[in-house]
């Protein structure tokens, strides 16, 4: 009930041809989507832009860590201080 059903001896579509001139292949597909050509100075931007970005959180994550370590060590010397 589901099942397709196929024709039994599909016809092919008739061949326009002229003895005179080959027949001329079909045109491309076209895609739906745009094409977009980027420059070799966008991608570079790009990668500088993610480099310096990428040192930015690095240099954010030893500054607080360095922090971090000063803020203990001057709480242990402020301890051994009031005993």
């Not at 045109?27 to 930015?56: D, I, N, Y």
């Amino acid at each position: 009930m589901f099942l397709p059903k196929y024709p039994d001896n599909p016809t092919p579509p008739p061949a326009h041809t002229h003895a005179h001139a080959p027949a001329a292949a079909p045109a491309p597909a076209r895609s739906s989507l745009p094409q977009v050509s980027v420059g070799s100075g966008a991608v570079a931007a790009v990668v500088v832009g993610g480099v310096v970005l990428t040192a930015l959180l690095a240099a954010v994550a030893v500054s607080a860590i360095s922090v971090a370590i000063a803020a203990v060590v001057l709480r242990s010397l402020m301890r051994d201080q009031r005993r």
